[in-house]
């Protein structure tokens, strides 16, 4: 199937970008908005994406990538989330096929995408890759290194918590919410994994968690991987294919 880009703007800077892949011919079965990880510094970008998304344009699925600035240019928190915020406000502006689309959110990518949602009774799908959301576990379990602490440096510095800047999104948020774990992540840890699932379950949320045997953090996007097609299934609308375990 052949892949048509695009590009639409949502701010003045550079980095207030999204990038559109969308079916040339035949039906689009579905929609996808992807936030990427890299721990808000971007040692990923959106760009590293495109594999991922042009995958999920053959499977019928349209799919933007959002970029964001940097901790390091302007994206300190709030500015990152606020950016997701207004990236997914510019989609739903633009109609069909990104109205309700499913959010994804891969490592930090997850945090933008729930801060992006939560208290606006949106009753959005959501499936996190990998997620580091709840910042203060983030802090506590060292994951990431420094990068909770550059990208909280102001809010921090002001008397502000990381709880603060978790977001918590709500059943109205949330009409499903669906978490992909690799089982040899080296980058995010099983028990940060296991508290954010307590967290939202304890909150109300109901949370299908998936398991991919063998996958390492980045497989989760790469379609070259074996465990990204668990990945593809999920987002292309079929989770019965989702290999691995449910809980």
């Known amino acids: 199937m052949t892949v048509q880009e695009g590009v639409l703007r949502y701010g003045d800077s550079p980095w207030q970008r999204i990038d559109l892949y969308t079916p040339v011919r035949g039906p689009v079965r579905g929609a996808v908005v992807i936030f990427h990880g890299g721990f808000w510094r971007h040692d990923r970008i959106a760009r590293d994406l495109e594999p991922l998304a042009v995958a999920l344009v053959q499977r019928g699925c349209a799919t933007a990538a ?3 600035r940097p901790a390091w240019d302007g994206g300190q928190w709030p500015a990152a989330a606020e950016d997701a915020a207004l990236a997914l406000e510019r989609l739903d502006g633009a109609g069909a096929p990104w109205r309700g ?3 994804v959110g891969h490592s930090a990518g997850a945090h933008l995408a729930l801060s992006a949602v939560a208290g606006r009774g949106a009753g959005r799908r959501a499936v996190l890759l990998a997620p580091v959301v709840d ?3 983030t802090l506590a379990t060292g994951t990431g290194g ?14 502000g918590t990381a709880d603060e800047a978790t977001p918590r999104p709500s059943r109205a948020d949330l009409a499903s919410l669906t978490v992909v774990e690799a089982a040899c992540d080296q980058a995010v840890p099983s028990e940060l994994t296991e508290y954010q699932l307590k967290e939202w379950r304890d909150g109300g949320l109901a949370v299908d968690h998936h398991t991919v045997p063998g996958a390492r953090h980045m497989h989760l996007v790469n379609p070259e991987r074996d465990g ?19 809980s």
Not at 228 to 246: I, K, M, T
Request: hydrophobic share 60%; with cysteine.
């Open 146 to 159: 420094p990068a909770v602490g550059h990208f909280l440096a102001g809010h921090l510095a002001a008397g």
């Open 66 to 68: 959002v970029e964001y």
């Open 228 to 246: 990204c097609a668990a990945v593809l299934a999920l987002l292309a609308g079929d989770p019965a294919a989702a290999e691995g375990s449910a």
């Open 135 to 137: 910042l203060a576990q």
């Open 101 to 103: 689309a499913t959010l």
